[in-house]
């Protein structure tokens, strides 16, 4: 049992504009979170350097984690940026290994953002954890999106 297949992308575009837009909506959202990571690890950084001077080290520790942590995905969603500008690249030229690899990395990156997000969601505000929520659902259904056109670029190559 696969994933389901979808015809359409929100029942009104076909699955290679659908495709295209879902990737230029994940570069911005990606664009975005990595801009709002940004601002996160430099939010951080002075509260860190309070909790050193005033000796906790139980918030000094608890403070690192969330510097390190909010630094790499700094860096995931910048790298998924480039990823997503090239997926749009490989479905507007319908080339299935680029979305194919790109569909795998998709899936890696989802899972490793997801638990680095979830390990840390207490810390974050309402407005991160808002905006990550909908990203994690916008993923989500883009997963579904690329694969069913990759089975349909697939199926049209063996005819």
């Known amino acids: 049992m696969g994933l389901p297949q979808l015809d359409s992308c929100c029942f009104v575009l076909d699955l290679k504009t659908g495709n295209i837009v879902m990737g230029c909506l ?21 509260v860190k350097y309070e909790a050193d001077e005033e000796r906790d080290v139980e918030k000094e520790a608890m403070l690192t984690g969330l510097y390190a942590m909010s630094i790499i995905l700094v860096l995931m969603f910048l790298a998924k940026f480039c990823f997503d500008l090239f997926f749009v690249y490989g479905v507007v030229t319908e080339r299935a290994a680029i979305i194919k690899s790109y ?29 990550e929520l909908f990203y994690i659902g916008l993923n989500l259904y883009a997963i579904l999106l690329s694969h069913s056109f990759y089975k349909v670029l697939n199926c049209r190559e063996e005819v």
Do not use: D, H, K, Q
Not at 30 to 46: D, G, K, N, Q, R
């Open 26 to 46: 994940n570069a911005a959202f990606s664009f975005i979170l990595t801009v709002i990571m940004i601002v996160v690890a430099c939010a951080i950084e002075p």
């Open 103 to 131: 569909f795998i990395m998709w899936i890696v990156f989802f899972l490793l953002s997801m638990f680095t997000f979830f390990v840390n969601v207490r810390n974050y505000n309402a407005g991160t954890i808002c905006t």
